[in-house]
């Protein structure tokens, strides 16, 4: 159902009501707005023009010439992106439906935001340049890193990534938190919940809220950081916050591989699929302590659906079993009536997808599309 229009409807109304509500018709778009037939067609104009809306001439007819359908065009541009993690990294580049075209893996983080721009802006570079994609097409950047971030700034650790970007590519750049993203592209893979709580186990454990359908990053940007609860349950060792009864320290990384003849999550993980008895063991008990966190979060936040993804992403049946199993315990009867707990539909590319997302959702927005500085077409 479309929204209501409160205003004069601009060019980038129009775009909203064609991207998001389907509107497929300049009747349709009059009827909405309230414009005239010369304005409707004067914005769509526009919008034909900066290569975000396509005509095409295959209506339905009802008896007359077919009317012309409007539709969205995710080929009228791209956008680069890349989710770093403290092990590895991904990056991609992105249709403006957020579709990914292409990809790769990278290395991850590295110790200063400074290497990993500068590192991160050739790999951008080379990905469109062995992919054939003109440079000129990128439209925005979006990018996902492991530590708290200064989300409204675009600052990571007191740096600011948006001026090395737009120096490079021309284009606005947007930072979150690496688990904030992924919560941002599973939100987009369960149409209709406007609630959901992503829990992302690999070396370390995070959280990311969708509330009221839109992420919640807390007073600073440091909300989801579950890893760091003490839980009653002794650790055999603490995990980079230094408390050996924290959660991390028990359920994610250290204490988990300390008790795995694997080397990695990736060695646990396929232990898991071979049904290793201890590694199943080990995983669902994980589960069970990373469900007292979860619990607390359901009751106090009550969302729809808790999403489980990370390195284990295959291999993660023990481990939701687990969480389920606490969860479902020490939860309200009223919080866990309709809720799921269920693996990550997007595996690892939830995070590019959810950069993507968070791109697009700025440079499509009316407020942007409308500002003087964009009104002349790339």
Known sequence: MPRPVTRPSTSGDMLRLVREDGIATRTELGRITGLSRPAVASRVAELIARGLVVERADGPSTGGRPPA????????????????????????????????????????????????LSRLLDEWASLLETSGIDAATVRGVGLGVPDAVEHTTGRWDAVEIGPPISDRFGVPAYLDNEVNAAALGEHGAHPGV??????????????????????????LGAAGEIGHVPVPSPADAPCRCGNVNCVEAIAGGTALLARSPAEDLSGLAALARSGDPATVALLRDAGRRIGEVVATAVNLLNPAVVVLGGDLVGADEPLIAGLREVVYQRSTALATRTLRIEPSRLGEAAGLTGCAAMVLDRILAPETLDAPATATPR
């Open 69 to 116: 359908r409007l539709e969205f065009n995710a080929a009228g541009g791209t956008v680069l992106v890349a989710n770093l993690g403290h092990s590895r990294g991904q990056l991609a580049v992105c249709d403006l439906a957020g579709t990914i075209i292409t990809r790769s893996d990278g290395p991850p983080a590295e110790g200063s935001p400074g290497k990993t």
């Open 194 to 219: 406007h609630d959901l709580l992503f829990v992302k186990v690999s070396t370390g454990i995070g959280a990311g809220l969708i509330a009221g359908g839109r992420i919640q990053r807390g007073a």
